[in-house]
């Protein structure tokens, strides 16, 4: 069966008398293989709750939850742990239970008392932990003979191939194996390719649990004029120029809109571990036009004159007649 261990590293955030501030005695950090659990604690005093976030290999660098690659600390996503009455917090960061895929290599467990992320750590208190995580590894210890794998993936349906030979998809049980290690690899479209050596021993099952994380990719986004509001699927953000990370398979709605500009809409299509370009141009709107107060025209002026001048010559006519007649 998979190989699954429990190990623990410990960080202290502690209180001055005046003033908060960290200390701690960690090691050089902690090496362990994909899958395992990885139970972290510590002590706090400078506040009832703990914020952590993981930094690494192809990871944003200001940070992501312990749980989903796809939540980012910059966005005010962290893996939160409540501080006990004692002053004590412990989490278990179960390492084969996240929502994405981590590569191999040396991350950085950042254990803060305030929801800051790596860039905001200034106004913060907090402490670092290493962990390096290898590749999975399976064994069984069972005398000779042929042995049987069970295997079996999230999403189901994933095909396999062991040793470079397509198999069939999961679930899928293979049996009459001779004793020996094998290349066990599972694809699904959408996901990563997810491998891992299974050693196969007599009159035993080597059960092989595999879950697979989506596909993702990134664009960077610009616009002309710049400074236009971004809405990924409808949801903000951010401005132009930006980049966006961690971008899940799949057609995804990008609407552009800034002031005075018509919003602009583009369905576009991440492509796996690649940067694609979305570059849009913004049409201005029309000005606004307020229609002026016709004035009269010549010829209805002209008309007009000779009117004015008839009645004032029969007015003036009609009051020396009166002033006349009194006489």
């Known amino acids: 069966m998979l190989s699954l261990r429990s190990v623990i590293i410990t960080a202290i955030i502690a209180a001055g008398l005046l003033v908060p501030f960290c200390c701690a005695s960690v090691g050089a950090g902690i090496r362990t293989t994909m899958g395992d659990e990885v139970v972290l604690s510590g002590s706090c005093t400078s506040s009832p709750v703990v914020y952590l976030f993981l930094t690494g290999p192809n990871l944003p660098e200001n940070g992501i939850t312990l749980t989903d690659i796809s939540k980012r600390a910059d966005r005010g996503y962290f893996t939160k742990v409540s501080v006990d009455g004692d002053d004590r917090w412990s989490y278990t960061w179960h390492t084969g239970s996240i929502n994405g895929r981590l590569d191999e290599g040396t991350y950085t467990i950042w254990v803060v008392d305030a929801p800051n992320d790596r860039s905001r750590l200034a106004t913060a208190d907090y402490k670092t932990l290493s962990v390096t995580l290898g590749k999975p590894y399976i064994t069984v210890d069972t005398p000779g003979g042929t042995g049987t794998m069970d295997l079996k993936s999230d999403p189901d349906g994933a095909s396999v191939t062991v040793n470079g030979e397509n198999r069939g998809k999961t679930p899928l049980r293979i049996g009459s194996l001779p004793v020996g290690t094998y290349t066990v690899a599972f694809s699904y479209p959408g996901y990563r390719t997810s491998s891992a050596q299974v050693t196969v021993q007599g009159d035993a099952v080597s059960e092989v649990r595999a879950t697979l994380g989506p596909e993702t990719g990134s664009f960077y986004v610009n616009s002309t004029p710049g400074g236009a509001r971004v809405l990924v699927d409808g949801a903000a953000a951010g401005s132009t120029p930006l980049i966006l990370e961690n971008i899940t398979a799949g057609s995804h709605t990008i609407t552009l809109e800034k002031d005075g500009y018509a919003a602009a809409t583009r369905q576009v299509t991440p492509a796996s571990g690649l940067r694609v370009p979305v ?49």
């Open 279 to 327: 570059e849009i141009a913004l049409e201005p709107l029309p000005a606004t036009t307020v229609p002026a107060t016709a004035a009269p025209s010549p010829t209805r002026a002209a008309g007009l004159l000779p009117a004015l001048a008839g009645a004032l010559l029969a007015l003036v006519t009609g009051i020396a007649w009166r002033n006349g007649s009194h006489r």
